[in-house]
C-alpha cells in the first residue's frame, strides 16, 4: 500500500532537512514487513532556490514543488498533494516541520487505519514537553479532545498537524481548499468529511510532541493597541474575515458565522491582558 507524505516548508534548510529525515526514520519502521512504501512531496514555499537545491542533493527521492511564498500551510499542503494525488496513492499523509513524530507515529495510524477498514480520517496528537495538548481531534466546539490510550475517539475536526488521509476520503473530499491559508483549511476539511458521512477520529496516544504550547494570540492580547490586534487578526496566522466566515458558513450556517463575526470582534476590541 503506497503512502504519499505531504509536508510545506518555508522556513530554513535545517528545518526542511530535519522533517524529511524524521519521515524517513518513520518510513523505515513500517517498512518491516513490506506492506507499505512511502514517498515524500514537499512544498517549498521559501522564495529560494537554496532549500529545494539542499533538499535534492541530501534526498533524491523527494519530490519537490516549488511556489514563490505566501502559500502558507494549507495552499503548500495542497500544491504538494495535486502532485502526489497524480501518483494515485492508497494514503495521503500530512505533517509539519515544528513537530517531532514519536517512534510509532506513522505506524499507529496506519495500524489504526486498518482497524477502521481505511475508510475513517484518522488525526494524531501533538503535545508540549509538559504534556499540555496542542494540535489534535476536535470537538463541535473546537476545543482539543484528548486521545485515548488504547483505541480510537470520535472527533469533529482535526488540526493539520498530523492527519492520515485513506483513499476513500480523498475520492469524495479532494484536497484541503485553496480559500484558506492556514488553520482553516484543516478545520474544513474535517467539516466536510462530516457531511460526506466520513468518520474522523483521533489516533491512541500522543504521537508528537512540540517546542511550545502556543500562548494568547495577538489580536486577543491587550497589551497591543487596536490597530496592532486588528492586523494580528486578519493576518494569515490569525483569522482573516473572509475564511473565518466561509468556515463557519459551511459549519454551521448564516446565523452562526453573523454572530460569530460579530463575537470576534467584540474579543479583539475587548482584549485580554496576559
Known amino acids: 500500500m503506497k503512502v504519499a507524505v505531504l509536508i510545506s516548508v518555508s522556513g530554513g534548510v535545517e ?3 530535519g522533517c524529511i529525515s524524521g519521515v524517513y526514520r518513520q518510513a523505515d519502521s513500517i517498512a518491516g514487513e513490506g506492506k507499505y512504501s512511502v514517498d515524500i512531496f514537499l512544498n517549498d514555499d521559501s522564495c529560494s532556490e537554496t532549500l ?7 534526498f533524491p527521492d523527494v519530490r519537490t514543488v516549488r511556489s514563490e511564498g505566501r502559500q502558507y500551510p494549507n495552499r503548500g499542503l495542497r500544491l504538494a498533494w495535486l502532485e502526489a494525488a497524480k501518483g494515485d496513492y492508497d494514503f495521503y499523509l500530512w505533517t509539519v516541520p515544528s513537530i517531532s513524530l514519536s ?3 506513522f505506524g499507529v495510524l496506519l495500524e489504526n487505519s486498518g482497524f477502521l477498514s481505511h475508510e475513517a480520517i484518522i488525526a494524531g496528537t501533538v503535545a508540549s514537553a509538559d504534556g499540555t495538548l496542542v494540535y489534535g481531534g476536535r470537538s463541535r466546539s473546537g476545543k482539543l479532545i484528548p486521545p485515548d ?3 480510537p475517539v470520535p472527533c469533529q475536526t482535526f488540526d493539520g498537524s498530523l492527519v492520515l488521509v485513506p483513499r476513500h476520503a480523498f475520492n469524495a473530499l479532494g484536497t484541503v481548499d485553496v480559500e484558506f491559508s492556514q488553520v482553516f483549511g484543516a478545520w474544513d476539511y474535517g467539516v466536510r468529511a ?3 458521512g466520513i468518520h474522523r ?3 491512541p496516544g500522543i504521537l508528537a510532541t512540540c517546542d511550545s504550547t502556543p500562548g494568547l494570540p495577538e489580536w486577543r492580547d491587550a497589551s497591543l493597541s487596536i490597530s496592532e490586534r486588528y ?6 496566522e490569525g483569522r482573516p474575515f473572509r475564511q473565518k466566515f466561509t468556515y463557519d458558513l459551511r459549519r454551521r450556517g448564516l446565523p452562526f458565522a453573523v454572530g460569530s463575526f460579530i463575537m470576534i470582534n467584540l474579543r479583539t476590541v475587548f482584549a485580554h491582558k496576559k
Open 201 to 203: 477520529v483521533i489516533a
Open 52 to 58: 529545494s537545491e539542499a533538499v535534492v542533493s541530501r
Open 149 to 151: 490510550d488504547t483505541i
Open 231 to 236: 492586523k494580528a487578526l486578519r493576518s494569515p
Open 103 to 105: 517512534e510509532s507515529a
Open 194 to 196: 462530516g457531511k460526506e
Open 15 to 17: 528545518e526542511a532537512i
